[in-house]
């Protein structure tokens, strides 16, 4: 999981905004929308700071 996490931390800072989720995503053909990609923040970033961290990455992808 931490290979996946690190396609969108490009500058491996520990945590991916949602421009890093976008542009991540972009990179393996999957063209979501900004809002799209906040919804998804709203829902699995946990403590609402606008940066998803390994470990909520790790739910966000575990919950499905």
Do not use: P, T
Not at 18 to 25: H, I, M, P, T
Not at 29 to 37: L, P
Not at 42 to 49: H, I, Q
Request: charged content about 30%; glycine content about 6%; some cysteine.
């Amino acid at each position: 999981m931490f290979d996946a996490f690190k396609i969108f931390d490009e500058h491996s800072l520990g945590y991916l905004s949602v421009s890093d989720l976008k542009f991540g995503l972009q990179n393996i053909g999957i063209y979501a929308s900004y809002d799209e990609i906040e919804l998804f923040f709203k829902r699995y970033d946990k403590d609402r700071d606008g940066k998803m961290r390994f470990s909520e990455f790790l739910r966000c992808v575990h919950a499905q």
